[in-house]
C-alpha cells in the first residue's frame, strides 16, 4: 500500500499500525485516507475506488453549506468532518441547494448568491481535506430550504406556471427548465478554494436529483418516473464522473405491486414513486433507501419495529441483486426520541441491526453498499436538531459501534490479508 509520502507499507503491518492507533486513540482515519482521491465508479453492484471495493459508512448533516456562510460558524463544518474522518466514515450526505430562504443560494431562477456558493466551495475543499466525500443533493421535496414548491411558486409568479400544484414541478416546462439551469450552473461551478470544477471533482461521491421525491398527484408514477429520466439523462450529459442517484424513500408502488406487502402501509403505494422502477433508469447508478420505523409505524412495539427494518433492509438488499444489479445505499435511517416508549438502548439497537445487517450484505459480496444515519450534529446546535439527531461522541455506546462498524468494512475492502484487523475491530 502506497501511504502519503510515498512509502511502500505491507497491508498488514499498516492495519496493525492502524489498529493500535485506534485502540490509544480511538482515532481510526488512517485506515481510510488515500494517497489522492479518486472518482468512485460502480461494478455491478458494488462500488469501487481503482477496482478495489468501496463501502459507504457515512452520515447526514443537511445543514454545513449553511453554517459554512458565515465566519463563526464555519468551525462547526470543520469539526463534523474531523469527526466524521476520526471515526473512519467515508461519505457525508447534505444539501447543495436553499431556495429563496436565509442564507440562499439561489435567490430566484438563475440568479445566485456568490457568498453561499463560496461556503459550498469551502464544504467541498474541507471534505477533501479531510478525506472525506460528499453526497451532493440537488432540490427538497419537502418545503424546507424552499425545495420543489419555491420552483412552483416562481413559476407562478413570472406567469409562466401551468399550475399551483407543488407536483407541476414534475411536469411544467417552465419549472423544468429553472432547474435545469440550476443543475447546469451547480455542476459547471469552478470552486473558488481548490480551482476545480464540480464535475471534475472527486471529492463528490454522487449527485442527488431529489431528497424524497413524491408525486401524490399521480399514484401510477408515470409522472415522476418521467421525470426522474429527463433530469439523469440531463445530468449525465454534463457530467460523466460523478455516480448518480435519485433520492427515493424505497417505497414499492404500483409497478412493483407484488412486494406492496414489505411497504409499512397502503398509504406508501400510491405516492407515485416506485422504488425498483424508478432506479431501473439507466442513467442512475445506484438505489438510496431511507428507514424510519417510528414514523411509519408509530404504533408498533420496538420489537416489531425492528423485525420490520431487518425485511425491509433484506427486500432491498434482494432487489438490488436480483432486479437492479445496482448498490443500493441505506442513505438515511434514524429512530425518534420523541416517541412514548423511546428509550436511549433502542437507538443503539437499532443501529446494530443496520450496521450488522449491511456488514453480512458487504460480506457477502451483495448490494447492501452502506448506512447513513439521520442526522449527526456538532454540540451546541439544537436549532437544527430534530427527534433523530444526534452527537456522536457524546453517546460513547454508539460512537464505539460507528467506529466499529468503519474498522469492519475496511477489514473486508483490504481483502483476507486484514484478518487480524477484523479480530482486533473494538
Given at each position: 500500500?502506497?501511504?502519503?509520502?510515498?512509502?511502500?507499507?505491507?497491508?498488514?503491518?499498516?492495519a496493525?499500525?492502524?489498529?493500535?492507533?485506534?485502540?490509544?486513540?480511538?482515532?481510526?482515519?488512517?485506515?481510510?485516507r488515500?494517497?489522492?482521491?479518486?472518482?468512485v465508479?460502480?461494478?455491478g453492484?458494488?462500488?469501487?475506488?481503482?477496482?478495489?471495493?468501496?463501502?459507504?459508512?457515512?452520515?447526514?448533516?443537511?445543514?454545513?453549506?449553511?453554517?459554512?456562510?458565515e465566519?463563526?460558524?464555519?468551525?462547526?463544518?470543520?469539526?463534523?468532518?474531523?469527526?466524521?474522518?476520526?471515526?473512519?466514515?467515508?461519505?457525508c450526505r447534505?444539501?447543495?441547494?436553499?431556495?429563496?430562504?436565509?442564507?440562499?443560494?439561489?435567490l430566484?431562477?438563475?440568479?445566485?448568491?456568490?457568498?453561499?456558493?463560496?461556503?459550498l466551495?469551502r464544504?467541498?475543499?474541507?471534505?477533501?481535506?479531510?478525506?472525506?466525500?460528499?453526497?451532493?443533493?440537488l432540490?427538497?421535496?419537502?418545503?424546507?430550504?424552499?425545495?420543489?414548491?419555491?420552483?412552483?411558486?416562481?413559476?407562478w409568479?413570472?406567469?409562466?406556471?401551468?399550475?399551483?400544484?407543488?407536483?407541476?414541478?414534475?411536469?411544467?416546462s417552465?419549472?423544468?427548465?429553472?432547474?435545469?439551469?440550476?443543475?447546469?450552473?451547480?455542476?459547471?461551478?469552478?470552486?473558488?478554494?481548490t480551482?476545480?470544477?464540480?464535475?471534475?471533482?472527486?471529492?463528490?461521491?454522487?449527485?442527488?436529483?431529489?431528497?424524497?421525491?413524491?408525486?401524490?398527484?399521480?399514484?401510477?408514477?408515470?409522472?415522476?418516473?418521467?421525470?426522474i429520466?429527463?433530469?439523469?439523462?440531463?445530468?449525465?450529459?454534463?457530467?460523466?464522473?460523478?455516480?448518480?442517484?435519485?433520492g427515493?424513500?424505497g417505497?414499492y408502488?404500483?409497478?412493483?405491486?407484488?412486494?406492496?406487502?414489505?411497504?409499512?402501509?397502503?398509504?406508501?403505494?400510491?405516492?407515485?414513486t416506485?422504488?425498483?422502477?424508478?432506479?431501473k433508469?439507466?442513467?442512475?447508478d445506484?438505489?438510496?433507501?431511507?428507514?424510519?420505523?417510528?414514523?411509519?409505524?408509530?404504533?408498533?412495539?420496538?420489537t416489531?419495529?425492528?423485525?420490520?427494518?431487518?425485511?425491509?433492509?433484506?427486500?432491498?438488499?434482494?432487489?438490488?441483486?436480483?432486479?437492479?444489479?445496482k448498490?443500493?445505499?441505506?442513505?438515511?435511517?434514524?429512530?425518534?426520541?420523541?416517541?412514548?416508549?423511546?428509550?436511549?438502548?433502542?437507538?443503539?439497537?437499532?443501529?446494530?441491526?443496520?450496521?450488522?445487517?449491511?456488514y453480512?450484505?458487504?460480506?457477502?459480496?451483495r448490494?447492501?453498499?452502506?448506512?447513513?444515519?439521520?442526522?449527526?450534529?456538532?454540540?451546541?446546535?439544537?436549532?437544527?436538531?430534530?427527534?433523530?439527531?444526534?452527537?456522536?461522541?457524546?453517546?460513547?455506546?454508539?460512537?464505539k459501534?460507528?467506529?466499529?462498524?468503519?474498522?469492519?468494512?475496511?477489514?473486508?475492502r483490504?481483502?483476507?490479508?486484514?484478518?487480524?484487523?477484523?479480530a482486533?475491530?473494538?
Amino acid at each position: 500500500m502506497l501511504a502519503g509520502n510515498g512509502l511502500f507499507y505491507p497491508l498488514l503491518g499498516f492495519a496493525s499500525c492502524a489498529v493500535f492507533i485506534y485502540m490509544t486513540l480511538g482515532d481510526v482515519r488512517f485506515l481510510f485516507r488515500e494517497p489522492k482521491m479518486e472518482f468512485v465508479r460502480r461494478n455491478g453492484t458494488q462500488f469501487v475506488v481503482e477496482g478495489k471495493k468501496f463501502y459507504v459508512n457515512g452520515w447526514n448533516s443537511y445543514w454545513l453549506m449553511d453554517q459554512a456562510v458565515e465566519e463563526y460558524s464555519r468551525p462547526r463544518v470543520t469539526k463534523m468532518l474531523h469527526a466524521g474522518a476520526k471515526m473512519g466514515l467515508t461519505v457525508c450526505r447534505t444539501w447543495a441547494f436553499n431556495d429563496a430562504g436565509y442564507n440562499a443560494l439561489q435567490l430566484k431562477p438563475g440568479e445566485f448568491d456568490e457568498r453561499v456558493f463560496k461556503a459550498l466551495d469551502r464544504v467541498i475543499a474541507e471534505a477533501q481535506h479531510h478525506g472525506i466525500r460528499l453526497i451532493l443533493c440537488l432540490v427538497n421535496n419537502l418545503h424546507a430550504y424552499g425545495g420543489k414548491a419555491q420552483y412552483v411558486q416562481w413559476a407562478w409568479e413570472e406567469g409562466s406556471a401551468s399550475s399551483r400544484s407543488n407536483d407541476s414541478f414534475f411536469s411544467d416546462s417552465s419549472i423544468k427548465h429553472h432547474f435545469k439551469n440550476y443543475v447546469k450552473t451547480m455542476l459547471t461551478r469552478r470552486n473558488r478554494f481548490t480551482g476545480v470544477e464540480y464535475r471534475n471533482d472527486p471529492t463528490i461521491f454522487a449527485w442527488e436529483l431529489m431528497n424524497e421525491p413524491r408525486c401524490t398527484t399521480d399514484p401510477s408514477g408515470r409522472s415522476l418516473q418521467g421525470w426522474i429520466k429527463e433530469m439523469a439523462e440531463f445530468v449525465k450529459s454534463i457530467d460523466k464522473n460523478h455516480l448518480l442517484t435519485v433520492g427515493v424513500e424505497g417505497f414499492y408502488g404500483a409497478a412493483t405491486a407484488k412486494k406492496f406487502h414489505v411497504n409499512p402501509g397502503d398509504w406508501a403505494g400510491s405516492l407515485g414513486t416506485d422504488f425498483v422502477e424508478n432506479s431501473k433508469i439507466a442513467a442512475i447508478d445506484f438505489a438510496s433507501v431511507h428507514t424510519y420505523p417510528d414514523s411509519w409505524y408509530p404504533g408498533l412495539s420496538f420489537t416489531e419495529k425492528m423485525k420490520f427494518v431487518s425485511q425491509w433492509i433484506s427486500s432491498h438488499i434482494d432487489d438490488g441483486d436480483q432486479d437492479l444489479k445496482k448498490p443500493v445505499l441505506f442513505a438515511e435511517f434514524g429512530l425518534s426520541s420523541k416517541t412514548d416508549n423511546f428509550q436511549p438502548g433502542h437507538r443503539y439497537q437499532y443501529y446494530k441491526r443496520v450496521y450488522d445487517l449491511l456488514y453480512e450484505s458487504a460480506k457477502a459480496t451483495r448490494s447492501g453498499a452502506g448506512a447513513m444515519p439521520w442526522q449527526f450534529l456538532v454540540d451546541d446546535m439544537d436549532e437544527y436538531g430534530d427527534a433523530f439527531a444526534i452527537v456522536p461522541w457524546s453517546i460513547p455506546s454508539i460512537y464505539k459501534l460507528i467506529t466499529r462498524q468503519s474498522c469492519r468494512l475496511a477489514a473486508i475492502r483490504h481483502g483476507k490479508s486484514s484478518s487480524k484487523l477484523l479480530a482486533e475491530c473494538p
